[in-house]
């Protein structure tokens, strides 16, 4: 009688089992397969009140804000506003999200746009930065998870008990600095620009850039083209059976796509955009699920042309 008394108090002392992740994005069947408690579910949206509102989230699921994943520093002597966390403040984050040393962490977001990707990849690679790996992205966000017949809750999420995650240093391969960006004008890893066409020739650009154009010898590669719709309306206009989600294109399409647009990745890679944020998804395609060694410019041109001496280039007469 003790003993079995004993071996019950065991099984119901025992932690919950931990999941990993089977690759860097994982679909809803597997995350909905994984026993209660054995991975963290992180959404972020761009505000928490988002939760909420319509459709909702994934029960348990938990809300980080864009913002939240954002840093300044003074780098040089000259102020840095966009840019990610600290260890610290990355540490800081994902205790207060609950999440533990070695768990199982899989990042959501709405799924219906190319931009919520970003900000998932984002908090992905701050992940992966900071030295814990067992992360994944769930590929068409809540939105493939509501598509998958699962149901969401608009309940407000329950506060977690303070996680024990313990942040290491940032990891050299993973994270470029502008001395690194400057010596790949040079050779060495491709610079390859995440943003839209526009920014990149000079049309535009937002005002915590400034100056229009692009790193010289930078490849383009948009952030929307990682991506596409699945669900909706039928072809014959039919009402939607089930929601729009964006899922990360198959690995032999995402190729085409670099070679069609003459990106050349065969000696690694350094992915920027203005702020770090949509360079985020190029950086997670190409190192994560291509395979090719690519590092982030966090700073990305907000940084680069905090110095007005760097070289940009546009194709648009000044």
């Given at each position: 009688?003790?003993?079995?008394?004993?071996?019950?108090?065991?099984?119901?002392?025992?932690?919950?089992?931990?999941?990993?992740?089977?690759?860097?994005?994982?679909?809803?069947?597997?995350?909905?397969?994984?026993?209660?408690?054995?991975?963290?579910?992180?959404?972020?949206?761009?505000?928490?009140?988002?939760?909420?509102?319509?459709?909702?989230?994934?029960?348990?699921?938990?809300?980080?804000?864009?913002?939240?994943?954002?840093?300044?520093?003074?780098?040089?002597?000259?102020?840095?506003?966009?840019?990610?966390?600290?260890?610290?403040?990355?540490?800081?984050?994902?205790?207060?999200?609950?999440?533990?040393?070695?768990?199982?962490?899989?990042?959501?977001?709405?799924?219906?746009?190319?931009?919520?990707?970003?900000?998932?990849?984002?908090?992905?690679?701050?992940?992966?930065?900071?030295?814990?790996?067992?992360?994944?992205?769930?590929?068409?966000?809540?939105?493939?998870?509501?598509?998958?017949?699962?149901?969401?809750?608009?309940?407000?999420?329950?506060?977690?008990?303070?996680?024990?995650?313990?942040?290491?240093?940032?990891?050299?391969?993973?994270?470029?600095?502008?001395?690194?960006?400057?010596?790949?004008?040079?050779?060495?890893?491709?610079?390859?620009?995440?943003?839209?066409?526009?920014?990149?020739?000079?049309?535009?650009?937002?005002?915590?850039?400034?100056?229009?154009?692009?790193?010289?010898?930078?490849?383009?590669?948009?952030?929307?083209?990682?991506?596409?719709?699945?669900?909706?309306?039928?072809?014959k206009g039919d009402a939607a059976a089930e929601p729009v989600r964006m899922v990360v294109h198959e690995p032999e399409t995402l190729r085409r796509i670099a070679a069609d647009l003459g990106v050349d990745l065969s000696g690694g890679a350094i992915s920027y955009c203005n702020s770090g944020r949509t360079s985020a998804s190029?950086?997670?395609?190409?190192?994560?699920?291509?395979?090719?060694?690519?590092?982030?410019?966090?700073?990305?041109?907000?940084?680069?042309?905090?110095?007005?001496?760097?070289?940009?280039?546009?194709?648009?007469?000044?």
């Open positions: 009688m003790a003993a079995a008394a004993l071996a019950a108090t065991a099984i119901l002392a025992a932690p919950p089992a931990v999941a990993e992740v089977p690759g860097p994005l994982v679909a809803p069947a597997w995350l909905a397969e994984q026993p209660e408690g054995s991975v963290v579910v992180l959404d972020v949206r761009e505000e928490p009140g988002a939760f909420g509102k319509s459709p909702g989230r994934i029960a348990g699921a938990l809300p980080v804000s864009f913002k939240d994943l954002r840093g300044s520093r003074t780098i040089d002597g000259q102020e840095v506003t966009r840019l990610s966390l600290t260890a610290e403040g990355f540490q800081d984050l994902m205790r207060g999200r609950g999440v533990d040393d070695g768990e199982t962490v899989v990042v959501t977001w709405p799924g219906d746009s190319a931009i919520g990707l970003t900000a998932a990849a984002y908090l992905y690679w701050q992940a992966r930065l900071y030295g814990h790996d067992d992360v994944a992205i769930l590929d068409g966000g809540t939105a493939a998870w509501a598509a998958s017949g699962r149901a969401l809750t608009q309940d407000a999420p329950a506060d977690p008990q303070p996680g024990t995650f313990t942040a290491a240093a940032a990891r050299d391969d993973l994270l470029a600095t502008t001395e690194e960006v400057q010596a790949a004008l040079d050779g060495g890893p491709q610079l390859i620009d995440a943003r839209p066409l526009a920014l990149y020739i000079g049309l535009a650009a937002p005002p915590y850039v400034f100056k229009k154009g692009h790193i010289p010898g930078a490849d383009l590669l948009p952030f929307p083209f990682l991506t596409k719709p699945v669900g909706g309306k039928g072809d190029t950086w997670f395609v190409l190192n994560e699920v291509l395979g090719v060694p690519t590092q982030l410019y966090d700073g990305s041109m907000h940084a680069w042309t905090l110095d007005p001496q760097r070289p940009v280039a546009t194709a648009l007469a000044e």
